[in-house]
């Protein structure tokens, strides 16, 4: 089950530098969180996870192997994408592939990175990108509407049923709003299969100067207001400094981020932000081979959560043991849990919840 987060931004604000470090820092973590290059602009990165260590020493394990998660460093946008102009056709198809947005914005003066509206306005810009997209989507709908509305009145009950769920997103691109401020209640999953650029979740990484990195400045804290009003998340970062830390040794980066008034690196809380945004949450698999973290989206129940791991444990699923992480912690392993009667026994309607370990009962 893949998860991917694609990056943009107008040129010059820093996307693929936030990007190169991400993966820089992967390959330098190769021998503890495996990471791998799939195209030159795709790389899959390991989601940090405390717990993980955890486990894996109660249980001895010989091996620990992170979830991760997958960027797509995606072209450069520009005013007028959505007619075609710069990359916008490029832009666009890719971006409707990924599952969520992270939107660089430059919140940074440096004279010598010119900035293509020739100022920096975080709010402009992001302005910018969310107008192509929304007129993208605008097209997108307007041209499916009257075909399904025509469909209805020969009565067909699902084309009836498509035009009713388009109608009130396509009001709000007409009012300027982006499609996932206007989805109705329960119908997250329907209107994800309409494939729009604007119902994809979004989360501001405002890239700032050195000296702003632990605090922000007054153009982050413009962009965090507009989020909180949004709904959606913000994360500041110097990418500039993540590019440097993603070339120190492991032992030296913490001291190095210590020193800039950092508790720990912005990318690290990107990617937590990414998996958050995606509504993802990890349960575990542990032994003495291996500790494991899956990914899988809130809400899922047992069986499908097995089918992560192998097809044949969904398809035959009996059981779930499972133990709730911090049971687990506080038995000092299975056994402990066990003896504590923390050790449950889940069927199929079970809710998987994030840290639970999980041991599954199969039969094919």
Same mark, same amino acid.
């Given at each position: 089950?893949?998860?991917?987060?694609?990056?943009?931004?107008?040129?010059?604000?820093?996307?693929?530098?936030?990007?190169?470090?991400?993966?820089?820092?992967?390959?330098?973590?190769?021998?503890?969180?495996?990471?791998?290059?799939?195209?030159?602009?795709?790389? +899959?990165?390991?989601?940090?996870?405390?717990?993980?260590?955890?486990?894996?020493?109660?249980?001895?394990?010989?091996?620990?192997?992170?979830?991760?998660?997958?960027?797509?460093?995606?072209?450069?946008?520009?005013?007028?994408?959505?007619?075609?102009?710069?990359?916008?056709?490029?832009?666009?198809?890719?971006?409707?592939?990924?599952?969520?947005?992270?939107?660089?914005?430059?919140?940074?003066?440096?004279?010598?990175?010119?900035?293509?509206?020739?100022?920096?306005?975080?709010?402009?810009?992001?302005?910018?990108?969310?107008?192509?997209?929304?007129?993208?989507?605008?097209?997108?709908?307007?041209?499916?509407?009257?075909?399904?509305?025509?469909?209805?009145?020969?009565?067909?009950?699902?084309?009836?049923?498509?035009?009713?769920?388009?109608?009130?997103?396509?009001?709000?691109?007409?009012?300027?709003?982006?499609?996932?401020?206007?989805?109705?209640?329960?119908?997250?999953?329907?209107?994800?299969?309409?494939?729009?650029?604007?119902?994809?979740?979004?989360?501001?990484?405002?890239?700032?100067?050195?000296?702003?990195?632990?605090?922000?400045?007054?153009?982050?804290?413009?962009?965090?207001?507009?989020? +909180?009003?949004?709904?959606?998340?913000?994360?500041?970062?110097?990418?500039?400094?993540?590019?440097?830390?993603?070339?120190?040794?492991?032992?030296? +980066?913490?001291?190095?981020?210590?020193?800039?008034?950092?508790?720990?690196?912005?990318?690290?809380?990107?990617?937590?932000?990414?998996?958050?945004?995606?509504?993802?949450?990890?349960?575990?698999?542990?032994?003495?081979?291996?500790?494991?973290?899956?990914?899988?989206?809130?809400?899922?129940?047992?069986?499908?959560?097995?089918?992560?791991?192998?097809?044949?444990?969904?398809?035959?699923?009996?059981?779930?043991?499972?133990?709730?992480?911090?049971?687990?912690?506080?038995?000092?392993?299975?056994?402990?849990?066990?003896?504590?009667?923390?050790?449950?026994?889940?069927?199929?309607?079970?809710?998987?919840?994030?840290?639970?370990?999980?041991?599954?009962?199969?039969?094919?």
């Amino acid at each position: 089950m893949g998860f991917n987060c694609g990056i943009v931004g107008l040129p010059n604000v820093g996307k693929s530098t936030l990007f190169n470090a991400l993966t820089a820092t992967a390959q330098a973590q190769a021998a503890n969180y495996p990471f791998c290059t799939i195209e030159p602009n795709i790389g +899959r990165v390991a989601v940090p996870d405390a717990r993980l260590a955890v486990l894996a020493g109660i249980a001895k394990s010989a091996r620990v192997v992170p979830t991760s998660l997958e960027f797509v460093d995606i072209a450069g946008l520009v005013r007028g994408a959505a007619k075609g102009e710069g990359l916008g056709n490029q832009f666009l198809a890719n971006i409707r592939e990924v599952d969520a947005i992270i939107h660089v914005l430059r919140c940074f003066e440096d004279d010598d990175i010119v900035h293509v509206e020739g100022s920096i306005d975080p709010l402009r810009d992001a302005e910018t990108v969310e107008t192509e997209l929304m007129l993208a989507d605008l097209e997108s709908l307007e041209k499916r509407l009257p075909n399904l509305q025509k469909k209805g009145r020969g009565g067909d009950r699902e084309a009836q049923a498509q035009a009713a769920l388009i109608a009130p997103l396509l009001e709000a691109l007409q009012a300027g709003r982006p499609v996932r401020q206007a989805i109705p209640a329960g119908e997250h999953e329907a209107v994800r299969r309409l494939d729009l650029l604007t119902a994809k979740p979004v989360l501001y990484v405002c890239n700032v100067a050195e000296a702003d990195a632990a605090r922000g400045n007054e153009a982050s804290a413009r962009v965090a207001a507009r989020a +909180r009003a949004e709904g959606a998340a913000v994360v500041i970062v110097s990418a500039a400094i993540e590019a440097e830390v993603a070339q120190l040794p492991e032992s030296e +980066r913490g001291e190095f981020l210590a020193g800039l008034g950092l508790a720990e690196s912005g990318l690290e809380r990107v990617i937590r932000a990414g998996y958050d945004l995606l509504a993802l949450i990890t349960y575990f698999t542990v032994g003495p081979k291996e500790t494991r973290a899956w990914t899988i989206t809130r809400g899922t129940r047992a069986p499908q959560a097995a089918g992560v791991i192998h097809g044949d444990f969904e398809r035959g699923f009996i059981a779930a043991e499972t133990i709730a992480y911090e049971d687990y912690v506080a038995g000092r392993g299975e056994a402990g849990a066990r003896e504590a009667g923390k050790l449950r026994i889940e069927g199929r309607d079970y809710v998987v919840e994030d840290g639970d370990v999980l041991l599954f009962r199969f039969n094919v």
